[in-house]
């Protein structure tokens, strides 16, 4: 074999910080063994991986065609070193999950998954959507799971699950007596909302067509659990998952508001995966668990 684990491994390094020095840290390399393996591999094969600007390693054509292909057999590499190790085929995940799935849903996946003899660890890295898709692109996270609608080449999109997002209000807002509401009751309330860019904001958006111009949004949070809190102090209605909201449902803290029947707010849960990441037996096995899971 012409080339070394070592060698692929500065390349992604070197492609995913763009800078040798910065990749042969990450590595705890030096930055001339670092230099000189990535030099060896392009010289072996006759190749350049990178156009060199100044300091800074750019990926050029042949290396971002490579680059899937290195991640996926490092990928099998660890997955094999881990069945050596500790005789098992389920190892370390790197998880990405937008707001509310991380929040309400990926702990319980999480808690299963590491619960084996082996004690796999997770890390989880809650974002919205975009951030995700990114990541999962740029192999920075094995597996993402997204509550916004998505068109990627780069990335498989699974169905995971369904939800619906629901309309509230604390009991003593005017409206929570009300038994359904009007398309200008929606108008006149005063909203607090995700940001625009969220799975949330998008699912709302698309359910609110027609009266998008028309509508009073007081503040825009990133966090569920602020716009519960400021909902609760009847500075507006909010519109968020019913993952997020059955708790504060059962308490009566929060009330749910009926919109017209016009107005649909069901959306669909996703796993996204890059289309040439090796599957391994982890990336199998928590997705399993995430079907099964209650919720």
């Known amino acids: 074999m012409k080339y070394s684990f070592r060698q692929l491994e500065v390349f992604l390094a070197a492609a995913h910080f763009q800078n040798i020095t910065r990749a042969?840290?990450?590595?705890?390399?030096s930055q001339s063994a670092a230099s000189s393996a990535l030099k060896e591999l392009e010289s072996q094969f006759n190749i350049?991986?990178?156009?060199r600007v100044g300091k800074r390693l750019q990926l050029n054509e042949l290396g971002r065609l490579y680059r899937p292909k290195v991640e996926a057999i490092l990928a099998q590499a660890n997955e094999l070193e881990q069945a050596f190790s500790h005789h098992t085929e389920v190892g370390a995940l790197k998880v990405g999950a937008t707001l509310t799935i991380g929040n309400y849903l990926a702990v319980g996946v999480m808690a299963q998954y590491m619960n084996t003899p082996t004690r796999p660890r997770v890390s989880l890295e809650v974002a919205?959507?975009?951030?995700?898709?990114r990541r999962v692109k740029d192999f920075e996270l094995d597996i993402g799971l997204i509550e916004g609608e998505l068109q990627s080449e780069e990335l498989d999109v699974i169905p995971w699950r369904g939800d619906e997002l629901r309309v509230f209000c604390s009991p003593g807002h005017p409206l929570a007596g009300k038994k359904t509401l009007s398309d200008q009751d929606l108008r006149e309330a005063?909203?607090?909302?995700?940001?625009?860019?969220?799975?949330?904001?998008?699912?709302f958006e698309r359910g609110m067509h027609g009266l998008l111009p028309d509508l009073n949004i007081l503040l825009e949070l990133e966090h569920t659990e602020a716009i519960k809190r400021a909902v609760e102090s009847n500075l507006g209605i909010g519109c968020l998952s019913r993952v997020c909201l059955a708790d504060a449902f059962r308490r009566g803290a929060l009330v749910p508001l009926e919109v017209p029947e016009h107005r649909h707010f069901d959306r669909q849960f996703y796993f996204i995966l890059h289309k040439q990441k090796y599957r391994s037996a982890g990336i199998d096995q928590w997705m399993e668990l995430c079907q099964r899971s209650p919720g």
């Open 190 to 203: 005063t909203w607090i909302m995700r940001e625009p860019g969220s799975g949330t904001r998008q699912t």
């Open 24 to 29: 042969a840290e990450s590595l705890a390399m």
């Open 128 to 133: 919205n959507t975009s951030t995700i898709a």
């Open 48 to 51: 350049k991986l990178f156009d």
